[in-house]
């Protein structure tokens, strides 16, 4: 059985479960099992199948962020310090990557409040790691990434599957301070239950997020965005033109209050926009 524990959004774990569950029938990969929030845990999901192909499932899904293969749990207790504990419990599991690996590094999250540090977990799940393996460690290009994560007196252990986020897809030339995150305007469209034949209008496009992800979701869907700045204008035609967007994205220069001048009435059949 191969166990994955995935992070997303606090408060789409259920887009996250049914894109899972879609993707997994359409190549024909069994899931055993989908828990969001495992552990109380919001922004999470843990999912089990008996087939190792539901790695490559997970690994393809637009509404999460990382993916680990979950290998223990442990809760903390008062008889001897979390360190000690984190030391004992890390250096006793059996890592199949370890075994083939030559390099590793530990990541944590850590939320709560502790007596040490992220980086005092690390250094101890390493020095415990480094004991039992006896392999090098690489803080820059590790070929195992270790994830020791500790949640109140939680400690999940794992293995990171992705190097980096999944939601890091669009590569834009021209980004704002402020943009939203790919996973959320997939799960936006999600919600939509677009049939992939509408036309849809974002009124504050800004860098191109919703657009995108919506003509890569759906390339038979007529997309239409604006924006009052012309920067962002200039900027997210770039940024169409960039990512090689073979369907087409409309792009005007206007004002969201005028609407009713620039489009027919119900031109639309869905707005999916992130307001200022």
Known sequence: MIQLRLTTHAGI???VEQE??????????????????PFDLKGQ????????????????????FHVMRQIAHFSLTTE?????QIYTQLFTLEIPEMETAETFRVTTERKGNHEFRALDVQRIAGSALFQHYGKKVSLDQPEVNVRVDIYDR?????????EEALD????????????????????????C??????RLLDPFCGSGTILIEAATLFPHLSIYGSDRREEAVTGVKKNIHSLGQ??????????????????????????VTNPP
């Open 20 to 37: 899972l569950r879609d993707r997994a029938t359409e190549t024909g990969c069994e899931i055993t099992k989908i828990t969001p929030k």
């Open 13 to 15: 774990e259920d887009v």
């Open 80 to 84: 001897t310090s979390d360190l000690d």
């Open 45 to 64: 999901v843990l999912v089990e199948s008996s087939n190792a192909c539901l790695l490559e499932v997970a690994l393809q899904a637009r509404s999460v």
């Open 154 to 162: 939680l400690c999940l252990v794992s293995v990171q599957k992705t």
């Open 246 to 271: 073979s369907a087409p994205i409309h792009i005007q220069q206007g004002d969201a209050r005028d609407l009713a001048q620039n489009y027919p009435q119900n031109y639309f059949q869905a707005i």
């Open 193 to 198: 239950e677009l049939k992939g034949t509408e």
């Open 168 to 191: 890091q897809r669009q590569n834009k030339v021209w980004r704002p301070r402020i943009t939203l995150k790919t996973t959320m305007a997939y799960a936006m469209l999600q919600l």
